[in-house]
Nanobody, 118 residues
Framework: QVQLVESGGGLVQAGGSVRLSCVVS????????AGWYRQAPGKQRELVARITSAGDPNYADSVKGRATISRDNAKNTVYLQMNSLKPEDTAVYYCNLRPTDYSHLNYWGLGTQVTVSS
């Protein structure tokens, strides 16, 4: 059974930073594609960043230059470092996993709240 457990959210002042972690179990993590999505109240879930099994990242335009996604295959963990946070970054952040880079199957964590105060 695939499980994703996020941590690292919280209340942050504008301009601050946050580092989110997602620990994956029950999956061959080294060949999985992973990512972070977010959903603000009243809005659709949107991509923040993705990383391939080879470690190649991809970012939403809204976070380019402020976000870094990384993975540690030895720890079955994917990270999201967000800097220069803005109030509009406030959302529930969800970890996402796909069995392979080309799979359409998605696994989701329960999410972690990030609130950015102005």
């Amino acid at each position: 059974q695939v499980q994703l457990v996020e941590s690292g959210g919280g209340l942050v002042q504008a301009g601050g930073s946050v580092r989110l972690s997602c620990v994956v179990s029950g999956s061959a993590f080294s060949i999985n594609a992973a990512g972070w999505y977010r959903q603000a109240p009243g809005k659709q879930r949107e991509l923040v960043a993705r990383i391939t099994s080879a470690g190649d990242p991809n970012y939403a335009d809204s976070v380019k230059g402020r976000a870094t996604i990384s993975r540690d295959n030895a720890k079955n963990t994917v990270y999201l470092q967000m800097n220069s946070l803005k109030p509009e970054d406030t959302a529930v952040y969800y970890c996402n996993l796909r069995p392979t880079d080309y799979s359409h199957l998605n696994y989701w964590g329960l999410g972690t709240q990030v609130t950015v105060s102005s």
